[in-house]
């Protein structure tokens, strides 16, 4: 959030400086994998976890780890990867650093479209939302570009105004349809929740294309939106086809979001996290920016999904509710500093 | 939408009196007609139902006066549902109008910045515990103040500027919506709609006690509102003016704030946080009426109370499925307004919420 940390330093001491960033990412990255997979209501040690990884365990706490944690662990690091690229993209592209994925109506109409579906078409697992998750999560985004755009470009207020007016909309909708009908009430409200609990890796399959696409799309404008961040017109000047990369990072965004949605259920907060944080530690250059959030997402979604396991246990709390929960303070915090 | 009032106040005299006289007249005109079509949608809400009543005698008999059975259907059954709308409608648009004009932004409304937010959780909270469902708006209350002093708490910084408090509000906002989220995912089935039903907004099953006590709250801080009305004139010609003519513009903002938290709270511990109402009023009195006047104020009272009576008819007698919360309505009404005004008038706009 220290935006002056962006300084320029000679070449070498940067690449140091990197490597190391890099490396400890990747080691906080891996311990919160080994505690994804050691913590639970079940805690398995350490020791067993690696014994249950190299080996075919067959032992009760060698079967959780294989067939619920690693799963678990697995989409936990897709989706928050999925989650901090777009909200980087997001706030690159806006040149908003308020903007992410959930002020862009995602969780919104991705929520409407699956509980409109679990009524509907009597749904019953979240492997069956999927595709309702995805077209929703699209369709409430472009809406909301839609609105935002006034002569080929994004107004930030706009974008905010917009966003929160039609997930406001959405969200009722969606209490009207789960009030019309109990059961699907009581099937929708774990989902809305957010939550990385009860799925297997099968269900990211079909979701890989639209997440290889948008992270291809995100790493490809990372120079331009460099260039975005001086205003349009120096972008311009640069020979940045500005239009252009809007669009593109509007399409990564949209991909990523959605897809995340559609596995995980409505996330907030990681998208708007993940981007802060990377960019206090390495400043403000996108083609470090992105990769970072490729580290930090997952981070702050494992620590979250271990954090609420090991809250309540023996019950657990859906992971969607402690980053709502610990990012609300971070928001404020952002909004103090952003808003003189 | 709001930086309107700053051209007009400095606009040069002559054409200022000319234009402030015809717009007296226009207010006058549209408070007479928003009036009548309260007063045909009141005659409506108390007549129709299982038993059908004519318009006229279900007036009558709110009054008091006819046949014994009418007047207790009505009084007993139908008024204070009815009333509850009026009254919580009334106190939410003139809460959210206060806010938008002390705040300077056409965001700052009492559903967007978290006060609502407090409001259900403290209701949840209250369902959640299994006590009597009659402390339900007096922890309502004390959510919403709850939200407010996390607001003031999160945004002060030697002063409140305008737009820390609304990115403020909005993390506030979505801090106390997971807590709600939370009870809702926790709960039985059972728990979990009314939950759901209280926190879209729902003016169902109201009774006397509550219209009596939330009411006559609404009604005194409305006229508190109204009383407060020269402040938000001189805060409108901005903090240096303000300063000039003796007001100190953070105090006075800050008074007015809380004046709105309140009575925004109070209406929604009657109704529950019904959407759009607080936020979209405000944007269509001044688009009928024009810049925002002592009789804007009181014509804005009156379009939410019609706003919120006329959503929850639909809610009971056009909408296929039965059992709907009325902020369902409120906010597909409220929407497709608040969109079209913003494409009208971002442009203006831009400046003064940027700041």
Same mark, same amino acid.
């Given at each position: 959030m220290d935006l002056q940390d962006a300084r320029p330093a000679t070449g070498r001491s940067t690449a140091v400086r990197g490597a190391v960033l890099l490396l400890a990412g990747l080691a906080a990255l891996s311990l919160c994998a080994a505690l994804s997979l050691a913590a639970g209501s079940r805690p398995v040690p350490l020791g067993t976890v690696w014994h249950a990884l190299v080996a075919d365990d067959r032992s009760p706490d060698g079967l959780v780890v294989t067939g619920l944690r690693v799963p678990r662990t697995v989409i936990g690091l897709v989706v928050g990867a999925a989650l901090g690229v777009a909200g980087a993209v997001a706030q690159g592209v806006t040149r908003n650093p308020l903007a992410s994925p959930t002020t862009l109506g995602i969780n919104a109409g991705a929520g409407f479209a699956v509980v409109t579906a679990i009524y509907a078409l009597r749904l019953t697992h979240p492997a069956q939302y999927l595709w309702f998750a995805f077209a929703g999560a699209a369709l409430a985004t472009l809406a909301v570009l839609a609105i935002a755009r006034r002569a080929g470009d994004l107004d930030p207020v706009r974008l905010a105004l917009g966003g929160t007016v039609l997930a406001a909309v959405l969200t009722s909708w969606t209490s009207a349809v789960m009030l019309a009908s109990h059961r699907t009430l009581d099937e929708a409200r774990f989902w809305l929740a957010g939550s990385l609990a009860g799925r297997q890796t099968d269900i990211l399959l079909p979701v890989l294309a639209p997440l290889a696409i948008g992270f291809v799309l995100a790493f490809v404008?990372?120079?331009?939106?460099?260039?975005?961040?001086?205003?349009?017109?120096?972008?311009?000047?640069?020979?940045?086809? *500005?239009?252009?990369?809007?669009?593109?990072?509007?399409?990564?965004?949209?991909?990523?979001?959605?897809?995340? *949605?559609?596995?995980?259920?409505?996330?907030?907060?990681?998208g708007l996290a993940a981007p802060h944080l990377v960019r206090k530690l390495v400043g403000t250059d996108h083609r470090r920016l992105i990769p970072g959030c490729l580290i930090a997402g997952p981070l702050l979604l494992l620590a979250a999904d271990v954090l609420g396991r090991v809250l309540l246990r023996p019950t657990e709390l859906e992971v969607g509710i402690v980053t709502a929960f610990l990012g609300a303070p971070m928001l404020a915090v952002l909004a103090r500093k952003v808003a003189r | 939408m709001n930086a309107q009032a700053v051209p007009t106040a400095r606009a040069p005299r002559p054409r200022h009196v000319g234009a402030l006289a015809r717009q007296r007249r226009r207010t006058a005109l549209l408070t007479v007609a928003v009036l009548a079509l309260l007063v045909v949608l009141l005659a409506l809400g108390l007549s129709t139902g299982e038993v059908p009543v004519a318009p006229l005698d279900a007036l009558r008999a709110l009054a008091g006066f006819g046949d014994a059975g009418e007047v207790m259907l009505v009084q007993d059954l139908r008024a204070p549902r009815v009333l509850a709308a009026v009254v919580a409608g009334a106190g939410l648009a003139v809460a959210g109008s206060m806010m938008q004009r002390v705040a300077r932004n056409p965001l700052a409304a009492p559903d967007v910045i978290g006060v609502t937010g407090g409001a259900s959780l403290g209701a949840v909270a209250v369902i959640a515990s299994g006590v009597s469902a009659t402390w339900t708006p007096l922890a309502a209350l004390g959510g919403g103040l709850l939200a407010a002093v996390l607001l003031a708490a999160l945004a002060w910084r030697g002063g409140v500027t305008v737009t820390r408090l609304v990115l403020v509000g909005l993390a506030v906002q979505s801090g106390l919506a997971a807590a709600v989220n939370l009870f809702i995912v926790r709960f039985p089935a059972e728990l979990a709609s009314s939950a759901l039903q209280w926190t879209t907004g729902s003016v169902y099953g109201r009774n006397w006690t509550e219209v009596n006590i939330g009411g006559s709250l609404v009604l005194a801080g409305i006229a508190l509102a109204l009383l407060g009305h020269r402040r938000l004139a001189v805060l409108d010609l901005g903090d240096e003016p303000a300063g000039a003519l003796g007001l100190a513009p953070n105090a006075a903002r800050l008074q007015l704030l809380l004046a709105a938290v309140v009575l925004a709270s109070v209406a929604a511990a009657l109704t529950g946080p019904v959407g759009f109402v607080a936020l979209a009023v405000p944007h269509i009195v001044r688009f009928l009426a024009g810049p925002p006047t002592l009789g804007t104020l009181g014509l804005t009272a009156l379009c939410g109370a019609a706003l919120l009576l006329g959503a929850d008819l639909v809610v009971l007698h056009l909408l296929p499925v039965h059992g709907l919360p009325v902020g369902v309505v409120t906010a597909t009404l409220g929407a497709p307004w608040l969109l079209v005004l913003m494409m009208r008038q971002m442009k203006p706009n831009a400046g003064s919420a940027a700041r």
């Open positions: 404008i990372s120079p331009a939106l460099n260039a975005l961040a001086l205003g349009d017109e120096t972008a311009q000047a640069l020979g940045v086809p *500005v239009a252009k990369v809007r669009a593109a990072g509007g399409l990564a965004v949209v991909l990523l979001a959605a897809s995340s *949605v559609a596995v995980a259920g409505p996330l907030s907060f990681i | -």
